[in-house]
């Protein structure tokens, strides 16, 4: 009986062995500990027992949890095995610092960066100071070249008089000399601004300087046959060349060696370092300025004069080089014509497919780095950036610049970034009231400036929610860059709203001729606020890239809003929930307008007349009154404006204008009540 | 002697053109103008009056 159930136990323990081994081969990929989970069926298959007796000896091993799910028996169990102990206090033995200086102590990331900084602010401080030095010796070599050379030409034009010499005694060498000092005065004149034409200091050692007397020795002077040698007297003028960027003593031997006999060794040195200093010269000259003629003295520093006159050299120097074929110019930068890298017909190809397959404005760098292979690291990068620029600006034809200052994109010529339910034309017609700054101001745009920065506040009219627009008026130019081409139609921006996580393509259409500006692209980000909304715009670090910031309301509003029904065709009041900051002045709602309730757009041709929305808006909104004897309409200018904006745009100062023109008697304004208009049907 | 009015002279522009050249970057026309400057200023105090 006891062998019998050691039998049976080890029988058990082989299978409960082979049963692990049968489960683990599917846990092959689970950690260690993981729950392995097999049906009995299966489990007694691939073993070939009985899954009664399986489950029997499973049963009793507790290593197994049995489980029962719709009727199936599952038997799981804990993969085996042992995980390594977490190393805790681990460190780095064979780094740079262990290996290669015993000395390094740890840096962390933020002291390894103001190393950094202070070293490049060392460096750069050092470099400046090296040019500033290298400038001053030049410029004081330069004087001090020029004053030993006329104080020479001085000195030897009074000695032959006085001693009756004449230029052949001097002989053609000295003036040779002289020449050549001059020359060189000349070349230093035109190089001592370009720091890589800087050369070494040429300062003179008094002991050089003294150079010449030894020269002048008693010995010397006593041999007749080397005085008169008229080349040898005129060698000292070159010996004596370092004295010139000191003092006017060199020219001393010239006079002194052949004229005076050995009784006289030495004695003219002496009065020549008593030349007296050139006489102050004249440097004022006269420049045309808008005040008229200014006087100016080149005495003074070159930076206080340009700080000064700077815009008149400028002017002076754009009329000069303006109409020189030399220079070509992109942007406000210039360059030599000579200079600027070439582009093929396939070069400019390749730049026309990648705007078509990219439907997009793309910068010039995108062009360089994707098309050209070139990196702003390069030393060409900027040469090449220009030539780019300036070559495809020739062809007008074929691209169109939509680029501000430092950010220059373009276009595929009649691309079309923004399809509108508008044409361009008849937006820009639309806003050709902006075109008169007394009519332009006074709108939906305000400049602010709060900590320093200029920020655009908008409030936005149903027509621009209804066609994606911000007009172009007063207050959005002087926020947005103007335009850097003098015939560029649009510049595009990319507008970013944090709030939505949406960033957009936008294009300023630049006002031209007869029609005015506008920025066109907001419909989608329109679709998140309600007309009379207010947000705000601010600009960013980069020239073409702006914010886009609304007020939200802590809690929901809900207000009946006019829409339009495109399937009835006409306006109508739905209930809108919104939380966004408006004015409640330029909020039609149906409390304040009931009777816009089921009106209907206006004819284009109805449209285009600003006295036809006006005389609309007043019979939609006005009061019936009694004015001198007849009935007429009255309503408030406030009132009025933002039904006027829902046809056609207006500003505050061209609606006043309007309805105070004489041009439109039927229209006056109260003359006791500011801001209460009357209409007069009657007085067409 | 009456002041000279001040004229940009073709040396002016030479020099200038050759200031560009090795300085191998286009500039603006203010740096160009600073320059300039500078050109006027030698040629006077190297000519003197």
Redesign the interface.
Known sequence: MTKTISKVIAADVGLVERTIAAMLKRATLLPIGAKVTAELGQLAAALGVEPANLAATLTADDRFQHEERGGTVYFSTEKPGRTAPPVADWKPTHNFASRMSTTATDVSSEQRQEISEQYAARASANRAARLRAREDALRAEQESLRLATAAAAEMLAGQSQSSGMDDDLLGNDFYASIASIEADAGDLTADSFIPTAATPSLAASPVEQATPVEQATPVEQASPVEQASPVEQATPVEQATPVEQATPVAPTPVVAVPLTPPTVPTAPVVPLVEVPPTPARNLTYLLDTANGQQTLDFANNADGIFAQYGSEFTNLLRRSISDDFRFVSFAGQWYLEDMVERFSKGDLRKIKDYLAETNDALSDRAFLADLFGKRPEQADYEVWRFSLNYRLLKEKKEFEFVGVADERLWLANGATLFPQKRKASELGQDYRFLEEPSLSGDGFNVVEEVGGKQRLRHTLTYYEYENGLIPYDEAAKQFFPGPVMDDQRAAVFRFESPQLYLSFLTELRFSSGNRGGYIVGLDEFYQNLVPGATFVLEATGRANVYTLTYERLKGSQEERLLQYDERRARYIFRPVVFNVQTDPAALITEAKYPRLESSHKLEEAERKKPELILANAFESIGETVERDGHSALMTLLDDLLPVVNIERPFSRAYLRALMSSSQYPAFSADSENEGVYYYNPGKK | ?A??????KSSD?E????????????????E???????I???????K??
Do not use: C, F, N, Y
Request: hydrophobic residues 40%; without cysteine.
């Open positions: 002697m002041d000279e009015v001040i004229k940009v522009i020099k200038l053109i050759e200031w560009l050249r090795r300085g191998g970057q286009p500039q603006s026309l203010e160009m103008s600073r320059h300039l400057v500078e006027m200023r030698e040629e006077a105090t190297s003197g009056r």
